[in-house]
């Protein structure tokens, strides 16, 4: 069984807080990052990613997928929250606490995962550009096995090739990404 899009867990949102944790675990990492580069703060960086997943859980009912992605529809709300920061010069907490929610409190070693976090974002970076100079086969081979996690089969089957050759992509890209990274 396939796991399910972003699209089908906001859908499902609506009636079960579960989904949203699916979501949630999916793109937390990705939205926390996103603030800790604009702030340059673990505690505002955590105080604006947990509003934003608030507000995103309160208003999935409203997600439109002819109106872009789920994770643009995420970051939307992400730079709102953002923005609404730097207006009042603090993080609202109010679909927090409308959800009953308590504040997170950042401890050490919060800290040094968020800061692990922003190591690992810069090193996604790198990462982009060694994929993109890569032959487009060969990228697209390793993004759709490691990236959407697809078999081999599945991926010569997007691919129209043999499995074998599927295999020798990403084997073969891999490598390259590995050197260029570490380079």
């Known amino acids: 069984m396939s796991e399910p899009t972003d699209q089908d867990l906001l ?11 699916q979501f949630y675990d999916r793109h937390f990492d990705e939205v926390l990052s996103y603030f800790c580069r604009r702030t340059s703060c673990p505690h505002q960086a955590s105080d604006l990613a947990a509003e934003t997943f ?10 439109n997928p002819l109106s872009g992605s789920p ?6 709300i992400a730079r709102h929250e953002l923005l609404g920061m730097y207006r009042k010069k603090q993080v609202s907490d ?27 974002s810069a090193m996604a970076i790198d990462l ?3 994929l ?7 990228a697209q081979a390793i993004t759709l096995r490691v990236g959407h ?15 074998g050759a599927a295999r020798v992509r ?3 890209g891999l490598s390259k990404l590995a050197a260029a990274v570490s380079a």
């Not at 859908?11 to 944790?21: K, Q």
């Open 170 to 172: 990403v084997s073969r």
């Open 94 to 120: 109010r679909a927090l606490q409308k959800l009953g929610m308590p504040r997170i409190r950042v401890d050490d070693a919060s800290i040094e995962r968020i800061e692990a976090i922003i190591d690992a």
């Open 71 to 76: 994770i643009a529809w995420l970051f939307g």
């Open 11 to 21: 859908r499902a949102s609506v009636g079960n807080p579960d989904a949203f944790g």
């Open 132 to 138: 993109d100079g890569l032959p487009i086969a060969v």
């Open 54 to 63: 608030a507000k995103a859980l309160l208003s999935c009912h409203r997600y």
């Open 149 to 163: 996690e697809l078999s081999f089969e599945e991926v010569a089957n997007r691919l129209g090739c043999t499995a």
């Open 128 to 130: 982009r550009k060694a």
